[in-house]
């Protein structure tokens, strides 16, 4: 297993995840063309992090906007952490800068099983 390192541009968010240390970033803005091609090595990484996930996954998530595409994406996400969570904590930390993407984080953590943490930026 490999990091998974993806640069932001500027419709796609930076992807920073480390099967090691447990540390997982989605940041900036998700609005890409294909959301599907976009996600799909984020997909395929947790596909093969939930075989053997560190002791302690921090999940950090700073979107300044998404679409609705990449929405079904990232419940996906969250759906593996969940899983995950059940064996080994998942701490989920939502940055947020205005109330809609806190209500867009409140609606995510209603639809698992794993605390979030709600960080205004």
Do not use: C
Not at 35 to 58: D, G, H, M, Q
Not at 90 to 102: A, C, G, I, P, R
């Amino acid at each position: 297993m490999t990091l998974l390192e993806i640069s932001a541009t500027n419709k796609t968010p930076e992807i920073n995840f480390n099967h090691l240390t447990g540390k997982l970033l989605i940041e900036g803005w998700s609005t890409p063309e294909d959301s599907f091609k976009f996600y799909e090595p984020v997909i395929a990484w947790l596909v093969e992090y939930e075989k053997n996930p560190a002791t302690v996954t921090e999940f950090n998530i700073k979107l300044s906007y998404y679409n609705t595409s990449s929405s079904k994406w990232i419940l996906e996400v969250f759906y593996f952490l969940e899983r995950i969570n059940r064996l080994h904590p998942v701490n989920v930390s939502w940055f947020y800068d205005d109330e809609d993407m806190l209500e867009t984080g409140q609606d995510y953590s209603s639809m698992v099983s794993m605390p979030f943490k709600f960080i205004e930026t």
